[in-house]
């Protein structure tokens, strides 16, 4: 019995060796495969939604928030919607109750996850068990490799922009549109934790979700988020004229500026800095007055005094003139040459050091100094001269809008063309009439007034 017993477990082994040599054969033709039973078991996929209590908008409520887990892979992302806090159940995923919002809400987590398991079931069948977290977020929002998404086209809107800086665009204005596409990059990752979204996707709700992250998480004043705000509007203008995109998503959202009131100087405080002697200025203090006396006397911005040329100064109707198209719009500026701005013209002649920011080869008229270095020595200006007010260079440009030209009785129609402004509406902002020229243009109603009078 023994022997026999033997014989059938050498028997095992032998068949056992048989059938694992066959196996191999067969998988090294490359007809066959034989995996684990494990190996075998498709991974299952988590989708998990829930509330990100710690952050609120203006009102009150938080945004929901997804999580997609397949084996070790996990990805987060934003559902692109919000809820009151407490009508949320974290148990069922889902907003409680029958409101509109819940229904709302709701209906779009269920789009949701109806779209995240057709995309699982439809990559697991061609992908077997290398299905990830990160490419079911991709296909969900449309981010797979091929696609181009709403930074990849600010690139190319950039891109386009730099070739034009120096022609009609600026420098300046290039350093702003990067510095929006660094916010932009930012904001997507921290709201939606994507490094980019497709461009059709850039609705009105991405405008105010962007709106808020700039007030909330960023901390932007009203008229800083605008700005860039109407960097994005630009953007988007562009794609819906190239038909890239099928709507313009500002068409339903306006920007909202803060106005507020125009900082000018009184004639007397221009007097003041112009009567500063050598003596009471150190160095480039000199040269910093000088610049912004010269955009008192001309209503031209920084940019503009940065670019002037000697082919910007023509003579007609029997004085000088500066004709100059803003580097801002391309609108074309038509200001008489004061003597006060001809003189600062004529003191800085030829003057050549490094310590400016541009030489005279460029053929530039004045060697105007950096603006935040403009801005400190201005700072300094109004203290010896008494000024309360916090001086800044584009004061200078308010100051001539009011009170070198309104309130001296010029046409609101004639400053606007002296501005290079397209519409009147602009100029108005700019130019606050003063309490002078109201009492002035009362002096001249009141001997009119004097007619009349009251018959008892």
């Given amino acids: 019995m023994k022997g026999k017993e033997q014989l059938k477990v050498v028997t095992k082994t032998v068949i056992s060796l048989s059938l694992s040599m066959f196996c191999i054969a067969l998988s090294s033709s490359g007809k066959y495969n034989f995996v684990s039973k494990k190996t075998m078991?498709?991974?299952?996929?988590?989708?998990?939604?829930?509330?990100?209590?710690?952050?609120?908008?203006?009102?009150?409520?938080?945004?929901?928030?997804?999580?997609?887990?397949?084996?070790?892979?996990?990805?987060?992302?934003?559902c692109k919607c919000a809820c009151t806090p407490k009508i949320w159940?974290?148990?069922?995923?889902?907003?409680?109750?029958?409101?509109?919002?819940?229904?709302?809400?709701?209906?779009?987590?269920?789009?949701?996850?109806?779209?995240?398991?057709?995309?699982?079931?439809s990559l697991s069948g061609k992908l077997n068990n290398?299905?990830?977290?990160?490419?079911?977020?991709e296909l969900v929002f449309g981010l797979n490799s091929e696609s181009q998404g709403l930074l990849h086209h600010a690139d190319e809107y950039i891109d386009r922009f730099r070739e034009r800086v120096g022609i009609d665009r600026s420098e300046r204005r290039l350093k702003c549109l990067l510095l929006f596409r660094k916010h932009l990059s930012e904001f997507l990752r921290c709201r939606y934790h994507v490094d980019d979204i497709p461009v059709q996707k850039a609705d009105t709700a991405l405008i105010k979700d962007l709106e808020e992250y700039f007030a909330k998480e960023k901390g932007f004043k009203l008229n800083t988020s605008a700005g860039y705000l109407t960097m994005l509007a630009s953007l988007l203008k562009d794609l819906h004229k190239r038909h890239i995109i099928d709507s313009?998503?500002?068409?339903?959202?306006s920007i909202r500026w803060d106005v507020g009131t125009p900082r000018y100087i009184t004639r007397e405080e221009v007097n003041k800095i112009a009567a500063l002697t050598d003596n009471e200025l150190q160095g480039y203090e000199q040269v910093s007055r000088d610049m912004f006396l010269f955009s008192c006397y001309t209503g031209l911005s920084y940019t503009d005094v940065y670019h002037l040329t000697a082919e910007h100064i023509i003579h007609e109707s029997d004085m000088d003139w500066i004709r100059k198209p803003r580097v801002k719009t391309g609108n074309v500026c038509h200001i008489p040459l004061l003597p006060e701005a001809s003189a600062i013209i004529e003191r800085y002649k030829g003057i050549h050091t490094r310590a400016f920011r541009h030489e005279p080869p460029k053929g530039y008229l004045l060697p105007i100094p950096g603006c935040d270095t403009l801005n400190i020595h201005l700072k300094k200006i109004a203290r010896l001269c008494g000024i309360q007010k916090t001086l800044t260079y584009h004061m200078a440009r308010h100051t001539f809008a009011s009170q070198m030209t309104l309130s001296e009785g010029v046409s609101i129609e004639s400053v606007s063309k002296m501005l290079g402004h397209s519409q009147i509406k602009t100029t108005q902002v700019y130019a606050e009439t003063s309490p002078e020229r109201v009492f002035r243009d009362v002096e001249k109603i009141l001997p009119l007034i004097a007619q009349y009078r009251l018959i008892n």
């Fill in 248 to 253: 313009y998503p500002f068409i339903g959202h």
């Fill in 89 to 121: 159940d974290s148990r069922k995923q889902r907003l409680v109750g029958k409101s509109s919002e819940a229904v709302s809400v709701n209906r779009e987590l269920d789009q949701l996850q109806v779209s995240v398991h057709q995309v699982y079931e």
């Fill in 41 to 78: 078991e498709k991974e299952k996929i988590k989708l998990l939604f829930y509330l990100k209590r710690g952050t609120q908008d203006k009102n009150g409520k938080s945004p929901i928030m997804g999580r997609i887990s397949i084996g070790r892979s996990m990805v987060q992302f934003s």
């Fill in 130 to 137: 290398t299905v990830t977290a990160g490419k079911i977020r």
